[in-house]
Structures are given as C-alpha cells and as structure tokens.
C-alpha cells in the first residue's frame, strides 16, 4: 500500500522534527518512530495473525498515537473506544467489531474483562516502520456512529478509503510542508482527527492536540497564539464558542482554516476571517461513509459567497468522488431543485459493518455517465446550483449534529422510552442563543423530577447525546398527516 | 471584596444556572465533580458571573480557572 510506505518515508526523513504537542510536551519523530516499533513488536508477539481489529483505547499521548500506525503496519485495523462513554456502549461495540485484543496507554487498564496491551509498559524494540504486504481492500479502522435502533452502527474504511481521501486532499491545493504546525482538536472516536493527524504525518509536520480536561475553546486559542499554528481543522461550534473574544484574536500564521461537521455560517466566517488575515478559510463536507469529507468550498475574501439561509455552501465534489442528488425513486433532480445528496467513488466505504438490512435501505446502484455505480444516500437535503456549488439545506431524516458529532435523535428516544417505563418521548434539536445546537427533550406526561432519568441515560448514551433540556406536555401535537409534529415540540425550546 | 463574598456570589450563579445546589464549595471544587456542569453550562456560567460582578474575562483567563479557587482570585483580580 503507498500510503502506508508513504507514512514510513515522512517519518523517516523528517526524525529530527516535532511530531506531537501533549500537554506541555514536544516528542520528534524518531521518538515517534521508536513508540511505534515497540508497540509494534507487542502486537506481533501478543496479538493473533487472524485478528483484524483491534480496539484502542482513545487517551491523549504518543502512545496512542503510534499503536494507530502500529496497527497500519501490521494490516489492522483499529476501533477507537472512548473510555469516558459508557461502558455498555463499549461493550456493544467491542462485541459487534469481534476485537479479542485492546491496546490501552492507561496506567490502570480500562477494561479488565479483555485481552489487554498496556501500550506505555512494553519492552524497546528495533526500529521497524516497513509496512507488511497489504491491499487496498483491507481496512483501516471502523467508527461506530450513532444508530436508530440503539445499537451504534459500524462505518469500515479501507487502506484504499483513505488513499482515495489523501490524494483528493492534497490535489485541494492546502499544501502542508515539514514547517507547519497543525492542530487536533477531535477525540479519536470522531474520524475528523484522522485527517488532523495523518495529513500532517505525512509531511512532517507537528500535531497539537488538547488535553482532555482542558477547555477546548480557549485552549485552541492559546495554542494558536503561542504556538503560531498554521493549519486548523475543527467544527463550527468552536467558532460560536470563540465569538464573543474575536476582539482579543490575531492570528496571523495561520494559513489554512478548515471546517467541517456542521453547517459554517457565513456572517461568523467574515467576522473570523479578520482574526486570521493570512489564512485560506473553506467549507469542507463529508459523512464518515465517505471517509472523512469530499466536498471542498473556498470562502472568497473579496467577494460574494454563495449562501442558503446564511450557511456557507459546501462547494464541490473532490477529485475521487462523485455526487449527485435524487428525488424519492433515485431520479436526478434538475439544477436548483431540492433533493437527496448521495455520494460514490474511492472513498465510499464497503458498507456498514455486518448489517445487510441498513446497507440495503442506504447503498444503491445506478447507472451513471454510461457506468453501473454505487451510491450512498446521506440524508442531507441539498440542491446544487448550474455552476455545480451544493448547497446544504437540512436532514431528511431525524439526525442531529452536536457538536460535529452525528446523533439519530431515534436513539435518544429508545433509551428515554426504556428508562421511562414506555412514556413517549420525542428527541429535538434545536439551535441556542449562542447558535449551538442543543438537544431537548420532550416528554409526554406531567412534570416530575428528571434528575434519575438523565442519570440512566448517562449509563447508556455518551454525553453529547445527554438531552440538556426537557419540557413536559400532556399529549404531543399532531401535524396534518397524523404524524408527530416535530416542528410544534421544537418550539418548546425557543 | 473578601473572596468568601465572592464564593458566596458565585454559589448563588452556579445554583441559578444548574438549577440544584448539590455541591459544596471549596477551592479544590472543578466543574467534574458538580452534576450538569459541562461545557454548555460553563458558558453560561461564565457569562453570569460577568453580569453578576460586572466583570469580563479575557480568553486567556479561562484558561487559567481550573478549579473554584483560581475563578475566585481571577474575579478578585477583577474588581
């Protein structure tokens, strides 16, 4: 795999550079290279030649770091496991994934009913970065994303995924060079910071990332400022978060600006564009289906942006993927007209992992341009323009993004409904004063003390998915086809 | 002001804010050990404690509030 021999070289050439920023601490990569090769000898020695997947447990240090390229170069793949979800949440996962084996940094190891690599105690080994023989259908990790039925679903990506995500990254033009600092501001579970890792990686570059119990915010801002960053992917909300301060932000080493996850506002770009006077600022889209993003929109500094109710456009397909949007039956829509963004190409995963019925409902053939392709519908609701700019509009289904985090608000009701002895509820996400989106939930009974309820959900949701409102009415409103009005309870909240 | 006004003040955001008062104040208190104090909540207590003292903290400040004792002398450095 050249990606893989790709990574090998970068980190062989630049040994005297900084690779990682923890906390207060530099590590070059030669110190880089020397985790990975002792981590890698634990796997060759304690992990099974059958065992594709391994499970990581997502922790802040070189150490995890390098158990990811570890993995790579023996041809696994890892599934992240947050150790602040729940531990039933983990459990599922690890059971749905097959993983035997866990590579863990913790001082004491997370979980103790599993086959466990304490990545931070093993033995110096050789140096060794050659990547085992390796082809492109073979994975590279799986993330669980939220799920309607209240299982997480699995999202494989192949080794030739993430080939298929590079090169169309680096056709973009945001060059990256040895001298660059980047920021990694994503927990390992959300597949943003593999982007914010491996492209710098690459082109060795140093990565900063934030502390767990920092304040992400205004950490991001102090690393930008002290530490000149020059290159920062993150999701919208930091924007919201930072609005208030940007009179006390200048930002002039930054060069490339990115976002994905949420909707970008164009009035809080403008205003951030002033904050960061050198950088390249764009709009980048993407499901996790489709490895990363595969949309790209540049903001013109200097004239008008392409906008829909205020949100920026997503701009372009990239060079490995293909999009187009459907109505109900699959047909193209027009120019201008409204319908279903579905995604095909390299970077398109195989399908959910073991789970026929889910693939059935959102993968499908087509023919296109004279050729039988496959494509993945994303629930985003989208029209393009006759200049081929997308532009978002919604969901079409019930899914929430909090904080870049994809939440189908179904799970949240499947959760609250057994907890609550089968009283209705309905999960809502609605935008806050500060235009965060927020979950709430309403909850069809008379008040009563919510405090064990939310106490339940946090043993079985991870935090983002905890409503962080809740409102009681007698019986929920219905719309004109009988339905649930939705729209009605979403008010509730303003 | 004497900080144990301070902390007297800050006890009555934290409690208008998070709607419950289990929590004790003490200098060693982080946002972790008080139930809905996460990330949403910080903001608007911070924003509270602006209004309350009429203060503003500047990005870098927040940074240095890591538990109840460092928000008390950053406000007292304030007013």
């Known amino acids: 795999m050249n990606l893989l021999l790709d990574i090998q070289e970068a ?10 920023y923890f906390g207060d601490t530099f590590y070059t990569y030669k110190e880089f290279a020397q985790v990975i090769s002792n981590i890698r000898k634990g796997i060759q020695d304690h992990i099974s030649e059958n065992d594709s997947t391994v499970g990581l447990i997502t ?33 599922t996962v690890i059971k749905q994934a097959e993983i035997n084996s866990i590579l863990d940094s913790s001082t004491d190891k997370v979980f103790d009913q599993f ?15 050659t990547p085992r023989q390796i082809g492109p259908n073979e994975l590279a990790y799986i993330f669980f994303t939220s799920g309607t039925t209240g299982t997480p679903k699995g999202v494989p990506i192949t080794f030739g995924n993430l080939s298929g995500f590079i090169d169309a990254f680096w056709d973009l033009g945001y060059e990256i060079t040895n001298k660059d600092r980047c920021l990694q501001m994503f927990e390992l579970t959300f597949d943003l910071s593999v982007m914010s890792y491996l492209a710098p990686i690459l082109k060795g570059a140093c990565i900063y990332t934030i502390p767990k119990d920092e304040i992400k915010y205004s950490y991001i801002f102090e690393l930008m400022e002290d530490h000149e960053l020059t290159f920062a992917l993150m999701v919208p909300s930091i924007l919201h978060y930072l609005r208030p301060y940007f009179d006390e932000i200048n930002c002039p080493a930054m060069k490339f600006s990115l976002f994905c996850g949420e909707a970008l506002p164009l009035d809080v770009t403008q205003e951030w564009s002033q904050c960061i006077p050198n950088a390249t600022i764009a709009n980048v889209y993407g499901p996790t289906e489709c490895t990363i993003f595969c949309t790209d929109y540049t903001y013109k500094r200097d004239s008008e942006n392409k906008t829909y109710n205020g949100v920026l456009t997503i701009g372009k397909d990239m060079k490995n ?6 109505d109900e039956d699959n047909n ?4 201008g007209e409204k319908g279903e963004l579905c995604l095909s190409g390299a970077q398109l995963t195989p399908g959910y992992w073991k789970n026929e019925e889910k693939n059935k409902e959102v993968f499908f053939d087509k023919e296109h341009e004279g050729k039988k392709v496959r494509f993945y519908r994303t629930g985003d609701l989208c029209t393009v323009d006759d ?16 904080q870049g ?23 809502v996400a609605f935008i806050n004063s500060i235009h965060n989106t927020e979950i709430g939930l309403v909850i069809e009974s008379t008040a009563f003390d919510t405090k064990q309820l939310i106490e339940d959900l946090k043993n079985r949701l991870p935090q983002y998915m905890i409503p962080t409102q809740i409102r009681f009415i007698d019986s929920f409103p219905l719309n004109t086809n009988g339905k649930t009005d939705r729209k009605k309870l979403k008010e509730m909240f303003n | 002001m004497e900080s144990s006004i301070i902390k007297e003040r800050v006890s009555d955001v934290l409690v208008s804010v998070l709607e419950h008062n289990n929590f004790e104040m003490h200098d060693e208190l982080t946002a972790k050990d008080v139930d809905g104090w996460d990330s949403l909540s910080h903001m608007m207590i911070i924003t509270e404690i602006e209004e309350h003292f009429n203060i503003r903290f500047k ?13 008390i002398s950053v406000i007292q450095s304030k007013i």
Not at chain 1, 115 to 129: C, F, P, R, V
Not at chain 1, 321 to 326: L, M, P, W, Y
Not at chain 1, 332 to 335: A, L, N, R
Not at chain 1, 387 to 401: E, M, P, T
């Open chain 1, 59 to 91: 922790n802040d240090d070189i150490e995890t770091y390098a158990s990811i390229i570890a993995l790579w170069l023996e041809g696994k793949a890892y599934v992240p496991l947050n150790p602040e979800f729940p531990e039933s949440r983990n459990h």
């Open chain 1, 321 to 326: 993927t293909t999009t187009i949007i459907v």
């Open chain 1, 405 to 427: 985090f994809r939440v189908e608000l179904s799970e949240i009701e499947f959760h609250a409904k057994t907890v609550l002895d089968k009283k209705n509820s309905v999960a």
């Open chain 1, 115 to 129: 086959k466990t690599i304490q990545s931070n105690t093993l033995d110096i080994a050789e140096i060794n970065l």
């Open chain 1, 332 to 335: 193209e829509v027009g120019i």
């Open chain 1, 11 to 20: 980190i062989e050439k630049n040994d005297t550079q900084n690779a990682f």
């Open chain 1, 387 to 402: 200049q081929g700019d997308i532009l978002y509009l919604g969901r079409v289904d019930f899914q929430a993004k909090i």
């Open chain 2, 59 to 71: 990005l870098r400040d927040l940074n240095k509030l890591k538990n109840m004792g460092s928000l």
